[in-house]
């Protein structure tokens, strides 16, 4: 079973302009990651936050944690091309047996 | 660095077969996870090994198996095949045990086509 739910399912955007998808969990948590993933490819590490922190900037990247709502949000800034791909937020918590469990994804097209 | 690097990538097997994948981990890492994504179900967690021992295992029926040897390579193992077995297998390592929480390093995958 999934523990983390993202949304949108889907994102079509322009070139240039931001995405913001959004990932809602169910237990409590010791941390959340994003990962990123090109078309059915291995999934790259983009950042992981801790329960204790609100918020994280990698380069165009920022994530928020809010552990109240149990909610967190990836935002690309400036998006190209290149950030076509499918976006996953995995949690890891003792709940789920510490091991990391994956979202559903949020696919994400920038148009040039 | 070399990456995980995950044989075969492409395999094509008839029900009732079995099957074996390999996942070779970054060097000095010593977790290494196997994960199974599907159209339907998304990404699963299959089971983690950690210095050879087996410290979490999913919900998944005992066809799936696995191992870890000494140089932390791993192995898993479908048998008797279903059709449903068809996905992506990834398998993924890290420095610390999944428990700890860090970053994982994934493979290409294995792209399983049950008939």
């Known amino acids: 079973s999934q523990q983390g739910e993202e949304d949108p399912q889907a994102l079509s955007i322009q070139e240039g302009e931001n995405a913001t998808m959004n990932c809602s969990y169910k237990t409590s948590i010791n941390n959340l990651q994003w990962y990123r993933q090109n078309s059915g490819r291995g999934l790259v590490h983009l950042i992981l936050?801790?329960?204790?922190?609100r918020e994280k900037h990698s380069g165009r990247l920022r994530v928020t944690l809010d552990t109240s709502k149990k909610s967190s949000s990836l935002l690309i800034t400036a998006s190209r091309a290149a950030d076509t791909a499918s976006y996953f937020c995995?949690?890891?918590?003792?709940?789920?047996?510490?091991?990391?469990?994956f979202g559903g994804g949020t696919r994400v097209l920038v148009k040039p | 660095k070399a990456g995980v690097t995950q044989t075969p990538r492409y395999l094509i097997k008839t029900r009732g077969q079995q099957v074996t994948l390999s996942c070779s981990p970054i060097?000095?890492?010593?977790?290494v996870s196997w994960y199974q994504q599907t159209p339907g179900q998304g990404l699963q967690f299959l089971f983690e090994y950690f210095s050879e021992t087996q410290r979490n295992k999913g919900n998944f029926p005992g066809r799936f198996s696995g191992r870890q040897f000494s140089n932390s390579r791993s192995e898993m193992n479908v048998s008797t095949l279903e059709l449903g077995d068809s996905a992506l297998y990834l398998c993924a390592s890290s420095l610390l045990a999944g428990g700890q929480g860090g970053e994982q390093f994934f493979g290409p995958g294995t792209r399983l086509t049950v008939l």
């Open positions: 995995a949690t890891v918590g003792k709940a789920a047996g510490n091991k990391l469990t």
């Open positions: 936050i801790r329960s204790n922190e």
């Open positions: 060097s000095g890492h010593r977790s």
